[in-house]
Every structure is written in C-alpha cells, then in structure tokens.
C-alpha cells in the first residue's frame, strides 16, 4: 500500500468546500487548445456509452458527447447548464468518497482539472474501480492552472512530471487498475496532461485438458512475438516442423499443463502451458517448455500474470525462449525467471527453478 506523507493532502483553506463552490463560476479554467486536447483524447479513447464525469461543472469536453452522461460537482446550477449530461448530482467527494452506484455501471470515468483538489483519491479511485465495467477507463486530465487554496500541499509544490506521478501513485495505491499511461497532449498553450489506467477484464483460469488441442494451437499463433514494424507471421507457421511439437494434440503427452483464462462469457482469452520438448528454449530433457499468450483486447491487464501463477502451483521449473524486444520479457523476470544463455541478436532463454532443495 502507498503511504503518503504527513501533510500531505493539507490544504490553505479547509474550510467547507460547499461554501467555497457554491458561487457559479460559468467559465472554462483551461484555454481553448486545452479545452480541445481533452475532446480528441476522448474521441481517441472511444468513451462511449454510459460514462461518469467526476468533479464536473457546465462543460465536460466531450464532442461528440457519449450516450450517457452522468456528471457529479459541487455546484447544482453549473451541472444544471451541462448541455452534454444526461443526468447530474452534487455530491462532496473529500466528504463522502463512496459513488452512489451499482457495481460496474459505467463503461469510462472522467475527472478533469480537478484531481488536484481530492483529499480522499484512494478512496475515490476505489470506488470508480468498483462502478467500472471490465476493461473501463479512468481518465484524468489537468493543467498548470488550480484554485491554489483548495489545491492539496503535495500538488502545490510538485512540477508538471511530479504531478503526473501523483496520479501514477494514486492508481498503485489502489491497485485495481492495470497499466498507468501518461501523456502530455498539447505542445503550447495552457499544458494538458493525461494519466489515465483501466480496470482489469475480469477472468477465471482453469486447467486445460485435451479438449484444448485446437485452442492452445490457436494460442501458440498469438504467442508469436512480430517486432513493431514488421508483418504478422502467416498461420502455416504452425505446421512447421519446429513449431507443431510445442502445440500440436496437447493434453495426449506426459508432462502436458496448462492454464485456460476465460471471460464473463466463457471466452477463452489467454492460455499459458508447458510442454517437454526440444525446442528453442531447450535446457534440458527434465524442463519442459513454457507457452503463454493473451488475445491482444486483454493485454496488459494481468491475464497473463494471472495465468503464469496457477501454472507455476504444479510447475515449479521451466524455460523459454524471449525476444528482448518483446514487452512480456519484463513479466518473466518479475515471475522469478534468469536469463541462462543468448541465441543470436536478440532472443535469450529463461528459466525458473522454484523445487525444492
């Protein structure tokens, strides 16, 4: 858990933020190249369908605006001249942090210029966790501009990039989000910057049996690492004589294992397996060979890890073989693998030894 220093979210003024936002203030609090950096991030994110606009005022930015917009704020008549919501509540957030919503009721949440004012982000970054549906983003924007006494200490006296990392900490101190993008989105003018992270798509691994056989061969495809760049590799890479053994009748040899990850759906989206083979991650006749891949809509939402750590509960040793390049080598090394030897420019074999001594 992220512990944040004393003082930390102190502000000049504490007195009651009601009393503070209850004058009208029908005025945009970024410039106009702000105002649109915000609009094509939206559009580039796709924020659609039912989405929740926190800490709003008249204007949230959107345009097009989604199908739905419920906006939150303090102040009921500037929610009230919102022409894109679609429904509006007043409700203190450094007051009561809990959304008054369903559990996954939106497909997006927004903040805009106005994370620098929570005093509770845990607790509010929590709560949209719970009201987003799998997959959903949260996205919050801001600038060099604020109302400097009801600015937390900590944002006060941070620099654009510590800002940013603010927000990083917010969403780690919560850990219901995957991956943290940050993006400065404007080069003059008012600065925009974004961070912005989605909720995991929810899961549940289960063993692979030999009913598989076409899936983990549908899997080994998408286990093919194509660098930036570079053409996707034509499917008959599967009946290569050097690739059909990693894939090929799955679940009829000794030693075969693995992990399906399916969705709400029953969709399988993810697989991870090992297999003994003599391949390219060879190290020797007692160490099978690991295969993991994520269909690409999951990616980076901990599918993979997920399904790696119920494999690794029967399968204490294994290797593989990684191109440098490819982001997953990251994860490897997080699981407990070691680099043991190189094969040309860029790929190196792994492996991870967790038997006993």
């Known amino acids: 858990m992220t512990e944040f220093p004393a003082g930390f979210f102190d502000r000049a003024d504490e007195a009651d933020d009601a009393v503070f936002y209850g004058y009208d203030r029908l005025v945009t609090h970024i410039d106009a190249g702000a105002v649109a950096a915000v609009g094509d991030l939206y559009r580039e994110l796709k924020l659609e369908g039912d989405v929740l606009d926190l800490c709003s005022s008249w204007i949230s930015h959107f345009d ?113 989000f995957g991956p943290v993008t940050i993006q400065r989105r404007n080069t003059s003018g008012d600065p925009l910057f974004a961070v912005w992270a989605t909720t995991p798509h929810r899961v549940e691994i289960r063993p692979a049996t030999s009913s598989d056989q076409a899936l983990i061969s549908a899997m080994q495809y998408q286990a093919f690492f194509v660098p930036p760049g570079a053409d996707a590799l034509p499917r008959s890479i599967l009946d290569q004589p050097d690739i059909r053994p990693y894939h090929d009748s799955f679940g009829t040899r000794l030693g075969d294992v693995g992990r399906i990850a399916v969705d709400s759906t029953g969709r399988a989206v993810g697989a991870a397996w090992v297999r003994q083979v003599t391949g ?11 295969g993991v891949a994520v269909m690409s809509e999951h990616r980076g939402h901990g599918v993979g890890r997920m399904l790696l750590e119920s494999l690794f509960e029967t399968v204490p040793r294994c290797s593989l073989s990684v191109d440098v ?20 420019e860029y790929t190196v074999i792994m492996l991870r030894d967790r038997r006993p001594a």
């Open 64 to 176: 097009p605006p989604p199908d739905r917009l419920v906006v939150m704020g303090m102040n009921a008549n500037e929610l009230a001249h919102n022409e894109a919501a679609s429904e509006s509540l007043v409700q203190d957030l450094n007051v009561d942090p809990a959304l008054p919503f369903p559990g996954a009721a939106f497909d997006a949440v927004t903040c805009c210029v106005s994370i620098d004012y929570l005093t509770r982000p845990v607790e509010v970054f929590a709560e949209v966790a719970r009201v987003l549906r799998p997959g959903g983003p949260f996205v919050l924007t801001f600038s060099n501009r604020c109302f400097p006494t009801k600015a937390i200490r900590a944002w006060l006296g941070a620099t654009d990039d510590e800002r940013c990392q603010i927000v990083e900490s917010y969403f780690a101190a919560v850990d219901l």
């Open 280 to 290: 390219y991650g060879f190290v020797d006749r007692d160490t099978p060979e690991l």
């Open 325 to 344: 390049r490819n982001p997953a080598k990251a994860l490897y090394e997080r699981l407990g693998f070691e680099v043991v030897r190189t094969d040309g």
